[in-house]
């Protein structure tokens, strides 16, 4: 199901899962998402036998099991260079990105984008049926689930 609404200026459409009520801003998604209550994985890795619902989720993991992006510390597969290099921040304990109000440091930028949000009080996840907003993501998927 397509909805219409304003988010500010602009409209924006979000595609509703009929079963779930989850809702996303492109069809593809809400279609790959769809498959996830049917019981539908069409893809599966050669290397763990997981399954996936896309081809597109499919590529994406393989890259764990590549030897190009393998921690040399302990051993853990990321699926990209930029993950691979923010995983071993967790071994150096190494913080790059500082609260300019409090000056408490973290390891990713968005979890400083998300503690941030602690001193602006913004609230950019709203709920498309009530006026309820949220700082982070998880508590909306919760909220539109229940």
């Known amino acids: 199901m397509l909805y219409l609404f304003h988010t500010g200026c602009a409209k924006t459409a979000h595609f509703t899962c009929e079963v779930?009520?989850?809702?996303?801003?492109?069809?593809?998604?809400?279609?790959?998402?769809?498959?996830?209550?049917?019981?539908?994985?069409?893809?599966?890795?050669?290397?763990?036998?997981?399954?996936?619902s896309s081809y597109r989720c499919l590529h994406v993991h393989m890259n764990i099991h590549s030897v190009e992006y393998k921690c040399t510390e302990c051993g853990k597969c990321c699926g990209s260079s930029y993950n691979l290099a923010t995983h071993r921040r967790s071994h150096s304990g190494e913080k790059l990105f500082e609260c300019t109000v409090c000056s408490k440091r973290f390891?990713?930028?968005?979890?400083?984008?998300?503690?941030?949000?602690?001193?602006?009080?913004?609230?950019?996840?709203?709920c498309h049926v009530c006026d309820k907003a949220f700082s982070e993501s998880g508590p909306l998927n919760r909220h539109t689930s229940d």
């Open 20 to 52: 779930c009520d989850k809702w996303f801003r492109r069809k593809r998604n809400l279609n790959d998402h769809r498959k996830r209550h049917t019981g539908e994985n069409l893809y599966s890795c050669t290397q763990c036998e997981k399954c996936f």
């Open 107 to 126: 390891t990713q930028a968005g979890d400083l984008v998300r503690h941030s949000r602690i001193h602006s009080g913004e609230k950019p996840y709203k």
